[in-house]
């Protein structure tokens, strides 16, 4: 059997398995269903516990109403107690998830939603349908994922099951680790100019795997090796230009145009690589179709917002600033680098990530030191 290592996610802790119809010893399905064994692609199983036991994130169904097709029973609806929901139908054969180990999740934990409500895909081809995270992700959010291969039996066109109204995704909340702040770029000679200052990683979001779409590896080797991926921003100062003037008695200038934001090239790139889409008018939304997850994480990775990230808006300006004789003067740019990481310290976005340059202006630095540091310049919006 193939199992993950357990993962705590607040309230709740998971375990992962890839084929496995029964859960480990402890845990529970919030689905109904297990993924078909010929389906390649299938994203690994889902099974939760409680991380406090005795908590009452989780509860038995109260009930379980029968469903029918063409006058037979096909499946059955669990019943939640109140405070709780159920997060799918469960079938009335063909499952190896034994009914006893079927669990609905609280609403509210500690102060904190654990669902969220979702959408209901009706186009499976099949006689039911399948819930989806909602298109607009609420700010106050966490991971919305559906936990497994849940299903609602309801086709109101072959008059079978029942309309299940209002259906619910998990709302899981990330590990978010903060990391050092950056420092300003110097020059510490006439003559050294380094193409890279100040690197360092300042946000990292720890996620669970059926968040991440990481094509290249299959569900068993994430479940063995990576339960988890990490979303990181990486922060550092980029030469733009430099002006050595230490041997001239005269002053000079400096113009250089720089490029800021993501590009509609780079964004699409590394949404083919992880499904993460990167924005002005988006921020940092991953959506993952497969695992059906969606999530938000601008907030989480530093930026002032959810949408309209200005950092990311692309578009091209000129830098100018006078060169002092006898100084050597150079332009830095703040470069922001976005990167998904297996637990293995592998990189599941590519090698680099997703690098832009993310500030509203170019930073000056020289040697020797200005007495007052120099503000913003000429040609760069000011807010």
Not at 61 to 81: F, T
Request: aromatic letters at 10%; a negative charge.
């Amino acid at each position: 059997m193939v199992y993950s290592d357990p993962q705590e996610f607040g309230e709740l802790t998971f375990i992962f398995s890839d084929g496995e119809g029964k859960p480990p010893n402890g845990y529970f399905s919030l689905a109904g269903h297990i993924y078909p064994a010929e389906e390649s692609r299938r994203p690994p199983m889902v099974w939760v516990k409680e991380t406090r036991s005795g908590s009452g994130a989780l509860a038995k169904p109260i009930d379980w109403k029968p469903l029918k097709w063409e006058g037979k029973v096909r499946h059955y609806r669990p019943v939640p107690p109140p405070g709780y929901r159920a997060l799918s139908d469960f079938p009335g054969s063909g499952s190896t998830i034994p009914r006893s180990d079927f669990r609905c999740i609280r609403e509210v934990i500690n102060g904190r939603n654990y669902v969220a409500k979702g959408l209901l895909d009706t186009e499976t081809g099949t006689l039911g349908a399948e819930p989806r995270p909602p298109q607009a992700i609420p700010d106050d959010s966490g991971v919305l994922l559906v936990p497994g291969n849940c299903f609602w039996f309801w086709d109101e066109s072959d008059h079978a099951g029942e309309d299940p109204g209002n259906v619910y995704v998990l709302d899981v909340p990330p590990h978010s680790v903060r990391g050092d702040d950056l420092i300003a770029p110097v020059l510490r000679n006439y003559d050294t100019v380094p193409d890279q200052q100040c690197d360092v990683t300042d946000h990292q979001v720890t996620v669970p795997c059926t968040a991440i779409l990481d094509k290249d590896k299959t569900a068993e080797w994430i479940v063995r090796n990576s339960p988890v991926y990490t979303v990181r921003r990486k922060r550092c100062y980029t030469i733009i230009g430099s002006d050595n003037r230490k041997n001239s008695d005269a002053d000079g200038s400096l113009k250089e145009t720089v490029s800021w934001g993501v590009t509609k090239t780079e964004a699409e790139s590394f949404h083919a690589s992880v499904g993460v889409t990167v924005g002005y008018e988006v921020g940092i939304n991953f959506e993952v179709v497969e695992a059906k997850a969606s999530f938000q994480l601008a907030l989480q990775l530093g930026y002032d917002r959810t949408h309209s990230v200005s950092v990311m808006k692309n578009y091209s300006r000129d830098a100018t600033t006078t060169t002092l004789a006898h100084h050597t003067t150079a332009f830095y740019a703040e470069t922001h680098t976005l990167d998904v990481v297996r637990k293995d310290g592998t990189h599941a976005s590519g090698q680099n990530g997703l690098t832009f340059n993310a500030g509203k202006h170019v930073t000056t630095c020289q040697w020797p030191p200005a007495k007052q540091p120099p503000g913003p310049h000429p040609g760069h919006p000011q807010n």
